[in-house]
């Protein structure tokens, strides 16, 4: 089955820890996403890559890393200088990064206390 | 900036019945694409429809179609026959053409529930 896979669904950690969110695709997308999910908010994008090893900043990347060394892998990190990290993170990929459509993965709920 | 609004935090209707959800966007630009994605409670994000600015034609699929005012820069979504699995959040967003502006912008989206 193709699809978007994020690990794991939920995710604790203290504050002042990193913390990296997993997403791997089998699409073979070229285009990868992260965006943020607050409640009574829309998305916001945080990093977007339109190919391997480039990777272009959205609205909200203070406070976050990405890395795409392999075309079905954009994990993202979520350092100790994210003020308010709490929230749900959600991956998605399109073919190509001008591709209008957007294929989003399950997310994942991060909670840092 | 594009900016997306939905006035309507909050919708309900009765299964069976049609309910029309409201998207309003503010953009200088002559051609875009406009979505509806619906985000049920597994918090799954699943494209509902899509409208490329230059058609005319409303899009629709099965029992979802929209009513796109391309003057009033107005986006609606009309949901058909509710059935229970329609309740959700849903989000309208848009999308510039322009390379170098690949992301989707959200509005805050709208609750809908399903009466049985």
């Known amino acids: 089955d193709g699809g978007i896979t994020q690990s794991p669904k939920y995710l604790f950690r203290k504050e002042g820890q990193n913390v990296t969110l997993s997403c791997e695709q089998n699409?073979?997308?070229?285009?990868m996403y992260w965006y943020r999910q607050d409640p009574g908010q829309g998305l916001r994008l945080i990093y977007y890559?339109?190919?391997?090893?480039?990777?272009q900043k959205g609205d909200i990347a203070e406070g976050y890393s990405v890395s795409r060394e392999k075309k079905e892998s954009f994990p993202l990190t979520v350092t100790s200088a994210q003020k308010n990290p709490t929230a749900f993170y959600l991956c998605?990929?399109?073919?190509?990064?001008?591709?209008?459509?957007?294929?989003f993965g399950p997310g994942t709920r991060l909670t840092v206390t | 900036a594009q900016t997306v609004t939905q006035s309507q935090p909050e919708m309900s209707v009765q299964e069976a019945e049609t309910v029309t959800l409201s998207c309003t966007y503010d953009?200088?630009?002559?051609?875009?694409?406009l979505f509806w994605y619906k985000q049920p409670p597994s918090r799954q994000m699943i494209l509902v429809i899509r409208?490329?600015?230059?058609?005319?034609q409303n899009a629709t699929e099965n029992r979802f179609s929209v009513n796109f005012q391309k003057a009033a820069k107005s986006f609606s979504l009309k949901i058909s026959d509710s059935q229970l699995g329609d309740a959700a959040m849903y989000f309208c967003?848009?999308?510039?053409?322009?390379?170098?502006?690949?992301?989707?912008?959200f509005g805050q989206g709208t609750r809908l529930t399903i009466n049985p």
């Open positions: 998605a990929s399109s073919i190509a990064v001008s591709s209008y459509e957007q294929y």
């Open positions: 699409l073979n997308h070229d285009a």
């Open positions: 890559s339109q190919i391997v090893n480039d990777f």
């Open positions: 953009t200088s630009e002559s051609d875009y694409y």
């Open positions: 409208q490329e600015a230059y058609k005319q």
């Open positions: 967003a848009y999308r510039s053409p322009i390379q170098g502006a690949q992301k989707l912008v």
